[in-house]
């Protein structure tokens, strides 16, 4: 039998990549690098690795939808949250379910809105995963091998060298600023935090009831209502006395014994229109074009069309142009970061329907 | 008996103001600058010097719906083109419709498609221009005093000082380079030619009959026609076989005793984006915003969205964004002239839909 299994959080609704990715439409579900969406690509790259039917997604309930138009029914392996707390109850939700059905099952917890090239190598980190964590009964991460000092993303500092079963883990670091993170880079023992990691189920269970006590009385009251006609009621009932709090925060700085295997595949958390432009296809002046586009004398430019409607642009280098039917984004790549602060005065002015 | 008339032509389907401004839906017809299209300003400013029933609109006859939205039911005062055929036929078939209901018709021909500020400025030099035309039976342009070298305009070149009557015009000189733009702001004599003019309806069809006989005789069949069940089919029959040529080229170069009337106000032919960023009201930072937009650390930018769209942007200097239903523009305001770059290319690759 194969305990391994794959839970896909899919339950963000970030508009980092506003206005394409909007609260009810976020970017997992978008096809933002090929024709495929980012949630659809985070299934499909384990392939080989785990049975299909081990994959399992936890999202909000009003995202099934748009789930099994990717997969087909689902079933029980889509896990429904009632509300958005974060990462700690939304993992802790899903290994209640996985070891209802089978108490040693292994799990690798992985988001669905990053983009991973070189697939074999993540195959093979992966795998080197699970082999850790079911031998050793640790939680295993999977960092990314920094290839620039980015100040994007928070860092795992490693704790002795890398040896064939992987890396022990000395602690997790917020995302840095310019000089600390060219430091880490310099020093080397960084890896990028990718929000990926592999354990037994009932191991993240048992640190979820070690450090987040109340969470894990919730969960397990939801945990022994599956299969029961008052599990709806149940889960309604407990989830929101879990503690919104990510699982980085919630459980795994203070685990005991996390180690942590390298990635060295290309991987981006697709966080940015920058940091969209770079993973996407790009034409001979470096445009990452999406949809229908005239572009004279642009150069790095990220353009997003959506169907029916068709950008022209001229003398731009290093822009960001989303079109989409209701809004329409134009600012430099180095300022993605403003599409927050531009969606938040839309707000301010009574644009709900924008967000 | 007011013999005055004023001739709007309405015809011009530029794309120069594209996506806003299309094949179908030319820039006299939308309200670029305030709440009226500049085909209704450019009546309006009329208002104190001529009857509101003795303005005409020639234009093409699938514009009679759009000019009868501005201005109620025009019956004969819409002169239909079968078809556009430059500036001398269109004024011609109009000065045919003039003299026919009254031989002595004054008539200023005025573009539907220009932006005036200083209205009281513009209506006295008109009158002007009305009186020197209605004493001497010359024709008498309405030239533009320049504010800087540009070389988005055509020149009127004068003859000598202008006494209390206006000026004699010497030539008509082609959009110029910038040094000999520079050269003739420096030398003073020159005014833009605004193609406004004012003469007697029968000495532009007696300069027509001199120095286009083809076109004269085309336009005197239709002109025999007014009034009698064979109109349509003459007009259409004959309007073909006028020269199609600018009023410039086929009339006033060579025309006799040619006087032109300086003008003091502002003017602006709105030929471009840029040009529109120049007349439109301006915030704070210097943006010309027409429609819902969300701006931050943006300046000098001219930004137009179609109802229902929202333009968001932020950390652009002299930008245009003009964003509709189904075609969006960006480019630096330096560069508007290559709108029919863009268009060019789209068209090429079988996008006539957004002409």
Chains 1, 2 share one sequence.
Not at 71 to 78: A, C, H, K, Q, S
Not at 123 to 136: K, M, N, Q, Y
Not at 326 to 341: C, G, H, I, N, T
């Amino acid at each position: 039998m194969n305990n391994r299994h794959a839970v896909i959080m899919a339950g963000g609704a970030g508009t980092r990549l506003w206005p394409l990715g909007r609260r009810e439409r976020p970017k997992q579900f978008l096809p933002l690098v090929d024709e495929r969406s980012l949630l659809k690509a985070s299934a499909e790259r384990l392939n080989g690795l785990l049975p299909h039917d081990q994959i399992h997604i936890v999202a909000g309930a009003d995202q099934r939808e748009a789930a099994e138009k990717a997969f087909g029914v689902m079933g029980e392996r889509f896990i429904a949250e009632p509300e958005g707390r974060n990462t700690a109850p939304c993992i802790g939700l899903a290994c209640q379910w996985l070891v209802h059905h089978d108490p040693s099952a292994m799990v690798a917890i992985l988001p669905a809105d990053h983009w991973i090239t070189d697939e074999p190598i993540f195959r093979d980190t992966l795998e080197r995963a699970f082999e850790l964590a079911t031998v050793s009964g640790r939680i295993v991460t999977i960092g990314i091998v920094p290839t620039h000092p980015s100040t994007g993303y928070g860092y795992l500092q490693l704790d002795g060298e890398e040896d064939d079963r992987g890396v022990p883990l000395r602690a997790f670091i917020e995302k840095p600023g310019a000089i600390q993170a060219t430091q880490m880079l310099t020093a080397g023992g960084y890896l990028w935090n990718a929000g990926m990691f592999v354990a037994r189920a009932q191991t993240l269970l048992d640190e979820i009831e070690r450090q987040m006590p109340a969470t894990s009385q919730a969960l397990k009251a939801i945990g022994g209502a599956i299969g029961s006609a008052d599990y709806d009621a149940t889960l309604k009932a407990h989830y929101g006395n879990c503690q919104a709090i990510s699982i980085d925060y919630g459980v795994m700085e203070n685990a005991d014994d996390v180690w942590a295997v390298p990635g060295r595949f290309g991987w981006s958390d697709v966080g940015s229109w920058d940091a969209l432009g770079d993973v996407r296809p790009r034409d001979a002046n470096g445009n990452a074009t999406k949809g229908e586009a005239a572009l004279i004398d642009c150069t790095n430019c990220v353009v997003d069309a959506a169907p029916g409607i068709t950008v022209a642009a001229a003398d731009l280098e290093g822009y960001v142009i989303s079109a989409t039917k209701d809004a329409v984004l134009v600012l430099p790549r180095r300022s993605s970061q403003r599409v927050k602060e531009l969606l938040s005065a839309l707000i301010k002015e009574g644009r709900e329907d924008l967000k």
